[in-house]
């Protein structure tokens, strides 16, 4: 199952942002597509702010910078720079890592592990587009000795629920979430989010998805067969999945926003064009977010 990003160019970008001033005016135009509305008080109406492509509400006179309330909030550094790490993130077909981009950049390695965890924030699941047709749910458990599926959890050690949808022989949709047990309420809660009510869903025999069944009602239970042997697509996406956290990520802290990643390009990989301009859109309209707040 190779992924295929027919995505913008390198020469493209550089193209459509040869430097900062470009940047800030797409963010300008993004932000600002549907119109203009006073975050304060509601106007519609504005004129030219003091900063660069900012806007400034006529009626109570508030300046309105593009970055503002968006996850370019209070950026430290460059636009255009920010704008590389979100061109490679979201056009490399398997991500890229802070130290990476930092070579790349000649930023700090932990100023592009900052940004790019802010990244990972706008790739987060819009609960739009629901599994359809033919769906499959299990859960595994990422880190520690990878045994013990809904056993106990550490720091170490993740369970999580992960859930496709199936065309011919291929995965076309996937859906990973953290849970802290396997119960009814954690798988349930995570099918009404990520699955439509009338897909046929298949899982294994486990319990805590005997009570889902009366939401879903063409749920299927079925023997998982020897090492999952009844649930193979699903099991080497699973495999695929942890193979690439392996490679970029060394443990399973924020584990859940490296899932949105993963899956955010899983799904979009079937879409080719505008992953770039969807991640900046999303990330223009989704709020600030401080790397505090990041690391709780
Ligand atoms: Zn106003």
Redesign the pocket.
């Known amino acids: 199952m190779e992924l295929k990003f027919k995505s913008l160019s390198l020469f493209e970008f550089r193209e459509r942002f040869p430097d900062s001033e470009s940047c800030i005016k797409y963010l300008a135009d993004q932000k600002w597509s549907e119109g203009f509305k006073?975050?304060?008080?509601?106007?519609g109406n504005f004129c030219r702010g003091g900063m660069p492509h900012s806007r400034q509400?006529?009626?109570?006179?508030?300046d309105e910078s593009p970055t503002a309330n968006t996850l370019f909030h209070q950026l430290k550094f460059d636009p255009l720079k920010a704008f590389y790490i979100v061109y490679f993130v979201s056009t490399n077909k398997k991500g890229i890592t802070s130290t990476e981009l930092s070579r790349k950049l000649g930023l700090r390695q932990k100023t592009c592990w900052g940004f790019k965890r802010k990244v990972m924030k706008g790739m987060k699941s819009s609960g739009n587009f629901p599994i359809r047709g033919e769906a499959e749910v299990d859960e595994t458990v990422f880190g520690g000795q990878e045994e013990g599926v809904r056993g106990r959890q550490n720091k170490d050690k993740r369970l999580v629920v992960v859930g496709i949808e199936k065309k011919r022989k291929g995965v076309s949709r996937l859906y990973a979430r953290v849970i802290e047990n396997a119960d009814a309420a954690s798988l349930g809660g995570f099918m009404n989010d990520h699955i439509d009510l009338a897909a046929k869903v298949t899982t294994d025999q486990w319990t805590g998805y005997g009570p889902v069944k009366k939401d879903f009602e063409n749920l299927v239970q079925v023997p998982s067969g020897k090492k999952g042997g009844n649930f193979p697509e699903l099991h080497r996406v699973i495999m695929m999945l942890k193979a690439w956290l392996r490679g970029m990520h060394h443990h399973v802290w924020h584990l859940q926003d490296y899932l949105d990643e993963y899956c955010y390009r899983f799904n979009r990989s079937f879409m080719k064009d505008g992953i770039f301009d969807n991640l900046m859109a999303r990330m223009v309209k989704t709020p600030p977010c401080t790397l505090k707040n990041i690391n709780a």
């Open positions: 006073c975050v304060k008080c509601g106007h509400c006529t009626s109570c006179r508030y």
